[in-house]
């Protein structure tokens, strides 16, 4: 489980980075907001720990750009005492959780635990559109009862359309969450491989399922 810790106090959030180190998450500290949109564009968190006052750009800002850009990382919110407005502002921008300062690290690790918790059940959800069903558990894709064979990475273009049903994905958005660490990749390459998921798709009696919305991205309807 991959940590980004964003907190501006540095004493306290190198405290939290070497804790939650110790307990065997691979942790990233960063010391204000910015920083904090960089980390989380170039690489995968299962959770971030935002405190909300940050320089630069504040935390309720960074929830709320994680949240519009689609992404589902668990936030969990470090408020002073006093923010209660604040507290209000970054669940509505969808902070799974708040702590408030100062707190006891146990604490910290059980609310972290319970969020990762929740979107491991989240995770799990079997995905189905029509015939289309798609187990994340297993990684295995059907049409009615037929198996779909896709490679890994055909797996996991289709299952971040099925987990985005309804909502139009570009290639540039396939490309940030289906390819985290390879920064070689071009958009031509999803073109690739969607057409050969379509082709399964196709063979396995599911023809048409994903559509092309011409120079915005892709749509399972
Ligand atoms: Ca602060």
């Not at 936030?75 to 507290?87: E, F, H, P, V, Y």
């Not at 969020?115 to 559109?129: A, D, H, P, Y």
Request: overall charge neutral.
């Amino acid at each position: 489980m991959r940590i980004l810790v964003v907190e501006d106090e540095k004493a306290l959030a190198d405290a939290l980075g070497n804790g939650l180190s110790l307990q065997g998450y691979s942790v990233d500290v960063v010391y204000d907001g910015e920083a904090a949109l960089c980390a989380v564009e170039i690489n995968s968190y299962d959770l971030v720990v935002l405190d909300l006052n940050l320089p630069k750009v504040n935390g309720t800002e960074v929830c709320r750009k994680l949240r519009t850009s689609g992404s589902s990382t668990g936030i969990l919110m470090l408020t002073a005492s006093s923010g209660i407005d604040d507290r209000i502002k970054g669940l509505d921008m969808g902070a799974d959780d708040y702590l408030v300062k100062p707190f006891h690290f146990p604490e910290l690790l059980a609310r972290i635990r319970a969020i990762l918790r929740r979107q491991g059940e989240k995770r799990n959800v079997i995905l189905r559109t029509g015939k289309l069903v798609v187990d994340p558990n297993t990684l295995k894709a059907f049409i009615g009862d037929s198996e779909v064979a896709l490679t890994t990475k055909e797996f996991g273009i289709l299952e971040y359309l099925m987990r985005n049903t309804g909502r139009v994905i570009s290639q540039e958005e396939l490309l940030e969450h289906v390819w985290n660490e390879d920064a070689n990749l071009f958009t031509h390459a999803i073109k690739v491989h969607i057409n050969n998921i379509r082709k399964k798709l196709t063979a396995a009696g599911g023809e048409g399922l994903i559509s092309t919305i011409k120079s915005k991205g892709y749509l399972i309807a």
